[in-house]
């Protein structure tokens, strides 16, 4: 799989995905990037990030790739069992305690390259 795939979307659908999660911010953007191919996943996260810094609205997704979350969101809330265990800034909150806590998973968190964001 590669980045630079064109989206298989189509066309409108990434559109009409932010535009529910921007004019409705108190209806999360649910998994809309779960099982879909790389291209897709960025080309939905770029669109809501440029839709919140125009309009300043709130967007909510639900993302289960650490990496992604680090890269797009200002704010990251990690839960477990339906329990909140913390919430802040990436930098913050992706640490190797807490998604070691999150995922009985020993990890080793290294810094992106590209975005100096936790990866």
Known sequence: M??????TAAPGELTA????ATYHPQH????????RDLAHQVGVLELCREL??????SIVAVLHDLNQACRY???ILVMRGGMI?????PEEVIT????????DLP??????????TPW
Request: charged share 20%; proline share 4%.
């Open 2 to 7: 590669t980045a630079t795939r064109a989206s």
């Open 17 to 20: 995905q932010a535009n529910s």
């Open 28 to 35: 999360p953007v649910f998994e809309e990037t779960t099982y």
């Open 52 to 57: 919140n810094s125009e309009l300043g609205t």
């Open 73 to 75: 969101a200002d704010q």
């Open 85 to 89: 265990l913390t919430h802040s800034k």
């Open 96 to 103: 190797a305690a807490i998604v070691e806590q999150a995922f």
């Open 107 to 116: 990890v080793r968190i290294i810094t992106d390259p590209l975005t100096h």
